[in-house]
């Protein structure tokens, strides 16, 4: 008897759902400012099925945003849009387009920052780094309001604070060499040279 024919089947892994929706927006080659909510949302219900029957714990932001997309789909098939204080229609997708465009600087902060990294760990660096790290972010914090700190601030302040690093040990360094002669054994050497009946040369003096 045959054993049945067995099938692994693997999905992409995403941080998030704010990675997926990007995901979908440049697979799909979109424009992130008019997003198509009813087919990303088709696409995004479709992943959480998929994973749900692979028996994979969803995190609750998926159920979240999934809840989200179909929100707004909703709101989209209104024939009467909501307005503003002015009488400007509302988009229902403003706030996850700007969520998206903020998740979306997130990642290419966090990108340049691994890269940063990648590079600053291939050099050797010399004197108290922990020390001179802590005095410089003391110094490149102090802008940073805490109450609307926010991660893409973090991680600007964080990069910031890397970058002087970098920029203080990449400083000239200048080397202080040890010089034997004194002024007082170069005064007694020319006086033994201009001795009363000895004959040098103006050079003969330095050598």
């Given amino acids: 008897m045959s054993t049945p024919a067995t099938y692994n089947i693997k999905l992409p892994q995403f941080e998030g759902p704010f990675d997926l929706l990007l995901f979908f927006i440049e697979r799909d080659e979109l424009d992130i400012h008019d997003i198509p909510i009813s087919t990303i949302t088709d696409d995004f219900l479709a992943?959480?099925?998929?994973?749900?029957?692979?028996?994979?714990?969803?995190?609750?932001?998926?159920i979240l945003v999934a809840a989200t997309l179909m929100r707004i789909k909703a709101k989209l098939l209104i024939p009467r849009?909501?307005?503003?204080?002015?009488?400007?229609?509302?988009?229902?997708?403003?706030?996850?387009?700007?969520?998206?465009?903020?998740?979306?600087?997130y990642?290419?902060?966090?990108d340049d920052f691994r890269n940063f990294e990648s590079d600053r760990r291939q050099r050797i660096y010399r004197g108290n780094t922990t020390k001179e790290l802590k005095s410089i972010a003391s110094k490149a914090l102090v802008d940073v309001e805490l109450e609307s700190l926010t991660l893409f601030k973090l991680m600007k302040a964080f990069q910031r604070?890397?970058?002087?690093?970098?920029?203080?040990?990449?400083r000239p360094v200048h080397r202080v060499f040890n010089y034997h002669h004194t002024i007082q054994g170069q005064q007694l050497y020319l006086l033994s040279k201009l001795q009363v009946g000895f004959k040098t040369s103006f050079e003969g003096l330095f050598d």
């Fill in 47 to 62: 992943y959480i099925r998929a994973m749900e029957a692979l028996n994979i714990d969803l995190a609750s932001e998926f």
């Fill in 81 to 105: 849009k909501p307005v503003d204080e002015e009488g400007n229609e509302i988009d229902p997708r403003d706030e996850l387009v700007q969520r998206l465009l903020e998740y979306k600087r």
């Fill in 107 to 110: 990642k290419e902060v966090l």
């Fill in 161 to 170: 604070v890397m970058t002087r690093l970098e920029n203080a040990q990449a």
